[in-house]
């Protein structure tokens, strides 16, 4: 493996940057499975337009372990991830894994871009932590790195009802989100972009936690302190865990296919 690490850009106080953030991802992650049904989805998605040898860019990868679910087509990848720990745990996920690694501890867009272009980039879950107005600069700067008629990967929430409880009950310093991002990128934005939809692939993972320890833990990361103060919100926030220990939550997303468009 050859892992070219770049500088960590330092001091922020958004929350993906920090440990609580890995530690209450890796909870969430190892919990639920989101990374066999999502792995599944997104293989059986690229399966319909087969690439070998390919170069994949994964924005946002955590701990690389849905990456490493979906290497087969490709030789080369390049990860983003700008949260120290889930960083190094996605290069130890990474080692040995046969192919050629280029991780980068810092977020997208880059001030300095990888040279290349990339068959795919995937970007999985990974808008939420960005606000609305800023997608189409995101999109502009991926889209830079596209192929032509490569293929840009979205993973979203995708049932309405659920982003919406989500986005009511999540602490707004956390995740910048509300229901209707959680669902799909308007088309104007990718008009103006040069992008356009060309499968939307849904999947129902489903997370379930089996102790009340590791159940506050998960409600924590998605939920956040900021509402605990109020009697109501212990209540939502009791509950919340309850669901998780006891019948589990649904969690159903779509992998959003975009292409560049052929110039
Ligand atoms: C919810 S996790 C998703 C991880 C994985 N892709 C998955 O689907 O399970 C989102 C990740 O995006 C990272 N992230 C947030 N903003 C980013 C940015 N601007 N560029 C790259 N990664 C970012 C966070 O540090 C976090 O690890």
Redesign the pocket.
């Known amino acids: 493996m050859t892992t070219k690490d770049v500088i960590w850009r330092g001091a922020s106080k958004?929350f993906?940057?920090e440990r609580a953030?890995?530690l209450g991802?890796v909870a969430?992650?190892t919990s639920g499975d989101?990374?066999k049904y999502?792995g599944r989805a997104i293989r059986r998605t690229l399966g319909k337009d087969p690439i070998s040898n390919g170069r994949l860019l994964?924005?946002?990868?955590?701990?690389?372990?849905?990456?490493r679910a979906i290497l087969t087509p490709f030789k080369h990848v390049t990860l983003?991830?700008?949260?120290p720990l889930?960083f190094s745990l996605a290069t130890s996920n990474l080692e040995d894994c046969g192919k050629t690694i280029e991780a980068r501890n810092?977020?997208?867009?880059?001030p300095a871009p990888p040279d290349e272009t990339f068959d795919v980039i995937?970007?999985?879950?990974?808008l939420?932590?960005?606000h609305r107005d800023q997608w189409a600069g995101?999109f502009r700067a991926a889209i830079k790195l596209l192929k032509r008629r490569g293929l840009l990967m979205l993973?979203l929430w995708n049932k309405h009802s659920e982003a919406r409880a989500f986005a009511e009950t999540i602490d707004p310093s956390r995740w910048v989100c509300c229901a209707e991002d959680l669902t799909d990128p308007s088309s104007a934005i990718l008009k103006q972009v040069g992008l356009s939809i060309t499968t939307i692939e849904r999947t129902h993972p489903f997370i379930k936690v089996f102790s009340l320890e590791m159940a506050k833990v998960v409600t924590d990361f998605l939920l956040g302190h900021a509402r605990r103060t109020r009697k109501s919100d212990q209540t939502r926030i009791a509950q919340f865990e309850k669901k998780l220990l006891v019948g589990g939550i649904g969690n159903s997303q779509s992998i959003i296919v975009l292409r560049r468009s052929g110039e």
């Open positions: 958004r993906f940057l953030y890995a991802y969430l992650s989101e990374e999502l994964d924005i946002g990868c955590a701990d690389a372990r849905l990456t983003y991830e700008p949260n889930l810092r977020e997208f867009p880059d995937l970007a999985s879950h990974m939420y932590h960005v995101y993973v």
